[in-house]
């Protein structure tokens, strides 16, 4: 990301300095749950809060949240340390009381490091530190998936301070359980990786992690089971040089950045999955079958081009950082529109096939990430990043809110509604699928492969 000086847009701003209430509307279909003016974070006593303001360990300014994730009553939330004055960069909220009762909205509430504070300091040792987070994941073997890209630093002032290393914790002990450093040829001199989705298979060890090297622009898998990782290299993964511009509030171009939103879709008849996978400056998903991801050997062979399909390019203002499936819908951030969007897996990915299930142009702005739990409650952070990174944040505004809603309710009458009749069966055509057909020479999207495999009737995904 490059930064430029640009004119802040006039924002709504509160007449006081501590915001007691949001005056900027949710977007409807979602509830407020938490907003924040500025960060502020959990210490144990006022008079460390006042030592760390005063060292400049902690500046408040300095910290945009990004990622979240939601298990059981923890909110968790990261903040990356791209400037000095970020005490801790893996944090969660509480979702309920000490009675097990849902909280109502609350303003400003101070973030918890996790596990604890001591993880949370920079550099070594680096297999128990966390430098920068920017997306966990929690699985349903109970597990939080979190990786640390060792950076401190933003574009030209980046410090690798630690390898990047993924860190495993047990939710229900909140002690972590396994630490593994990625390989050197993981990575290239270019690489700068955020994301990543947890595969768990038919088993808690049967699992993979696919990373997405957004700069590097490379797919990087990594088997528990082997303890081992391995790394595509794909021409799908760079960004469409003409997708690079945006008007989020003030204009730039994000150029160079790749593959980022990836989500998998539900088990397929053939035990596979498929990954979907999305470069950030791109209007489009691409997509490759799990087993190609999970075979070393094919990653060895560089033999896989074919292996790895796409989607019609939807056009402009369909620019995504996150994806979600639940009950064969796909919930995407439509960062260019404050919106959320939607589209059902059976139809064709077309924009016709998409619409927008909500927006709001003061609360929505830069939904960074979305995550759905498994009783189907999305959540969806907002944090005005555009603003941060090329101009400046006004801190008697709220700036940073989380909202959570229903999410069969939220696409419900829509295109994407997953309760109306089923389409009728899409048919492979040169246009709609774009799978290379060595027999035929032709690129078109077999059946057996298609996540369109997903059955028309609302699934149950692992209850
Ligand atoms: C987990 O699943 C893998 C892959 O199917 C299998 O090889 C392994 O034996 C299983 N482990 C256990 C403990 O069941």
Sequence with gaps: MRRFVIPILACLSVASGQAVSDPAPPPPGLTERFFWNQLDYAYPTPQMRAAALNSQEFVPKNNLPVGIEVWNNKLFISVPRWDKGVPSTLNFVPLEDEYGHPLPPISNAPLIPYPDWETNQMGAPCKNRLNTVYRMRADECGRLWVLDSGTIGIGDTTQQVCPYGLHVYDLNTNQQIHYYQLQASDTNKDSFIANIVVDVGGNCSDTHVYASDELGYGLIVYSLD???????DHQYFHPDPVAGDYNIGLNYQWSEEGIFAMELTPVQPDGSKTLLFHPLSSYRNFFVST???KDQSKAISKNYFHDFSYFPDLGPNFHITTQVIHNGVLYKNLIDQNALGCWRL??????????????EDTSFIYPSDLRITKTGTLWAITDRMPIH???TLDFKDINFRIFSGDANQLVAG???DPYLQAPPKPQPSAYNYHRYDPEYKTNYYPESVSPYRTPLKPVKEYD
């Design 226 to 232: 082997k303890d081992f990782s391995w790394r595509f």
């Design 291 to 293: 087993n190609i991801l």
């Design 346 to 359: 059976d139809k064709d990915y077309t924009p016709a096939n998409h619409a927008i299930i909500t927006k």
């Design 389 to 391: 990174l090329m101009a």
């Design 414 to 416: 829509t295109i994407c």
